[in-house]
């Protein structure tokens, strides 16, 4: 019925549809996250890539290819490369990685914010393209940016953006280790002090981080940064919408319904004796 309806509802299960159409065949999700040269300080160049990480959400194994990897199957120092060796191991490297998501052309890919030309699969096909490579196509309909999910069910106050950003500091929130995942700043300095290896780390973490945030969310245990009447919406739907997804208010209810009941039976008596 539409009394029992409303739009921060309706979103709220919009959220919840995306999220389902994840968690009903897991191993046809792979959750990614990569790491690259700061898109704000390289004067306008489609930033190098230095490490991209993929989870499968069912069995938890994880692919991932990057520089300093590639740096020591070709025996170099991957802390001293220079600009021609980088761009020959990233062509390799992205070349690889190209290669498993054309192999995989049926399953979905959750992400963060990879959803630009600045970042995100279209900044990596592009930097495939300068570099001569074999590009690779998803779908849209494919690609699940995590945030947006989390916006629809939760609002988009979910969590605030300082000091570390939205994703670290919903992590903290909920208790989920971050050792070795870097903000996008620290990312940042890492690649011009050519800390690959710092970045490949902070890449395989985030990756880890955001299968347990799915994960709490799939068992309704996250933690956000805003209050449940905000959640649901404060209208009578929302309400009603609100106590019966929280078990002890619809216990509550149930006592209150019952004490009224309780206090208007003698009243409907009286009323049906005398009529």
């Not at 692919?63 to 191991?89: M, P």
């Not at 780390?201 to 709490?216: C, E, P």
Request: aromatic fraction near 10%; glycine fraction near 6%.
């Amino acid at each position: 019925m539409q009394i029992f309806n409303s739009p921060r509802l309706r979103e709220r299960k919009e959220g919840f549809d995306m999220l389902n159409e994840l968690l009903k065949d897991k191993v046809k999700c792979y959750i990614i996250h990569y790491s690259c040269e700061s898109f704000i300080t390289n004067h306008g160049r489609t930033p190098r890539v230095t490490s991209i990480c993929m989870r499968n959400l069912k069995t938890a194994q994880t692919k991932s290819f990057s520089i300093h990897l590639q740096a020591q199957l070709n025996g170099l120092d991957f802390n001293n490369l220079t600009d021609t060796e980088y761009d020959s191991l990233e062509k390799v490297m992205l070349n690889e990685f190209s290669a498993f998501v054309r192999s995989y052309p049926a399953h979905r890919w959750i992400h963060w914010n990879m959803r630009d030309s600045n970042y995100g699969f279209e900044a990596i096909n592009n930097r495939i393209r300068i570099l001569n490579g074999q590009t690779f196509e998803i779908a849209d309909d494919f690609k699940y940016d995590f945030p947006i999910i989390l916006g629809h069910i939760y609002t988009y106050g979910y969590e605030k953006n300082q000091p570390k950003g939205r994703f670290l500091n919903l992590a903290e929130r909920n208790f989920i280790t971050t050792q070795n995942a870097m903000t996008g700043a620290d990312e940042a300095a890492a690649f011009d002090n050519k800390e690959y290896l710092k970045l490949h780390m902070s890449t395989l973490k985030k990756v880890d981080i955001l299968a347990s945030i799915i994960h709490r969310v799939e068992n309704d245990e996250l933690k956000v940064n805003i209050k449940r009447k905000y959640i649901y919406g404060l209208t009578l739907p929302g309400c009603i919408a609100l106590i019966k997804e929280t078990p002890w208010l619809l216990i509550l209810a149930g006592i209150i319904g019952y004490l009224i009941g309780a206090a208007l039976e003698p009243v409907v008596q009286n009323i049906c004796g005398t009529a």
